[in-house]
């Protein structure tokens, strides 16, 4: 089935915000800012967005404690802080991680029966607007509909139940130009993952490909830029269009084992989220090269477009970019065995993955001690 869904109005255009102005109106009269500790004020974007409130008569609240990969017990401080303060829409300032929890903090305003665990496993629900301010360019959070939740209890990352897209994404380049250089290096590697995952995974349709294609050329774009660490306003704009772009496609086709195998590395050892993905993305390509003819044909279509002859290449370039990371013999056992299980993840594609493969796949992107 090929099919195409995206309700998010995405706006880009420089002083996005100030532009935007009266419309904020029309979400209501209340906002909560939900953002990270120095991301919305390194960027510009919360002063940016005060103002033009306080210009066109909007009350606004501030939660700053959005921590990198948001838990589930922030999510429910944040809940349970302004239950009370009739909030009628929620601006999210930052990246992946103060727009996901946005989205699960706004389920909990509307829905206050439901706690921050019921995220988890309750997905038949709604949320009060939502507009999505990114500072980063990776996640693509503004055009998706999920949320990455931290659980401690299950020590993981998992995707909230509630799908909640955006009613609106603003987007200004200037916010994206204050990302510390390996926020920048992190953060276009997880927009390139999902590029990836998106066109390689089995739910991957006509529009979808067409997208990735495109986001593909946006990122090949900033390729050599982002080598020389060379970050012009150019080169930000072409990562906004592919993690933008990579954000539909995900919408629709989801992410693969990568992200799974990926989120070990985020959880346990701090791995930013971008650079812990995309270490394992040329072994997934690899696999898809050692499959069927269709898979190999779609895997050297990718490699083309990114101008590349084999996934080593693709290796060396992610490696040189965000480094290696070096692995314990038992952490090594014991994600391989975990993500040989990861039903989910090893149901994005369309061919079996075994543990041998899942062995093999951590050999080749990680260091051993
Ligand atoms: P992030 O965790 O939101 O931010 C990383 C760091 O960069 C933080 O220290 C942040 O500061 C800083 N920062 C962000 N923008 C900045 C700017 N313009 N200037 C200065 N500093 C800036 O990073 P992220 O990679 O964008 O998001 C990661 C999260 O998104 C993970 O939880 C991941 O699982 C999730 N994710 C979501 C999706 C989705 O579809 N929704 C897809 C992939 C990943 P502050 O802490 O001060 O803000
Ligand atoms: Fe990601």
């Known amino acids: 089935m090929d099919f195409f869904y995206m309700p998010t109005k995405v706006i880009f255009e420089d002083n996005v915000i100030s532009n935007f102005g009266q419309e904020f109106s029309q979400f209501g009269h209340k906002c909560l800012i939900v953002t990270g500790r120095t ?11 005060t103002r033009t409130f306080e210009a066109v008569g909007i009350d606004y609240e501030i939660f700053n404690e959005i921590m990198e990969n948001p838990t589930v017990e ?3 401080k944040a ?3 302004y239950k009370d303060f009739a909030i009628d829409f929620i601006v999210g300032i930052g990246g992946g991680s103060p727009l996901d929890a946005s989205k699960m903090i706004g389920v909990l305003l509307l829905n206050q029966d439901m706690t921050a665990r019921d995220l988890l496993t309750k997905g038949n629900v709604i949320s009060l607007p939502i507009i999505a301010v990114p500072t980063t360019s990776g996640t693509g959070s503004e055009t998706t509909p999920y949320s990455i939740i931290t659980d401690h209890e299950s ?12 009613h609106l994404s603003l987007l200004d380049v200037k916010y994206f130009m204050t990302m510390p250089l390996s926020v920048v290096k992190s953060t276009s590697v997880d927009a390139l993952s999902h590029l990836t995952e998106g066109f390689l995974v089995k739910n991957s349709n006509v529009y979808s490909d067409q997208l990735a294609i495109s986001g593909l050329k946006f990122f090949v774009k900033a390729m050599d830029d982002l080598k020389a660490e060379n970050f012009t306003r150019d080169m930000h704009i072409n990562l906004i269009h592919a993690s933008t772009i990579a954000g539909m496609v995900i919408s629709h086709t989801g992410t693969g084992i ?7 590395l985020t959880y346990k050892h701090q791995v930013l989220h971008g650079k812990a993905t995309a270490l394992f993305l040329a072994s997934m390509v690899e696999l898809h090269i050692s499959k069927d003819h269709e898979l190999k044909k779609k895997a050297y279509e990718y490699l083309e477009i990114m101008g590349m002859k084999s996934p080593s290449e693709l290796r060396e370039f992610i490696w040189d970019l965000v480094g290696t990371f070096e692995i314990s013999q038992e952490d090594f056992d014991e994600y391989v065995l975990k993500e040989s299980q990861n039903k989910r993840k090893l149901d994005a594609h369309s061919f079996e993955i075994t543990y041998e493969d899942m062995k093999k796949a951590f050999k080749e992107s ?4």
């Open 258 to 264: 990568p992200h799974g195998m990926g989120y070990n």
């Open 74 to 76: 922030i999510i429910q």
């Open 79 to 81: 809940a349970d802080t």
């Open 39 to 49: 991301s919305a004020i390194k960027s510009g974007a919360l002063e940016d967005l």
């Open 155 to 166: 020590e993981t990352k998992i995707t909230g139940a509630p799908k909640i897209f955006p």
């Open 366 to 369: 990680l260091i051993l001690k």
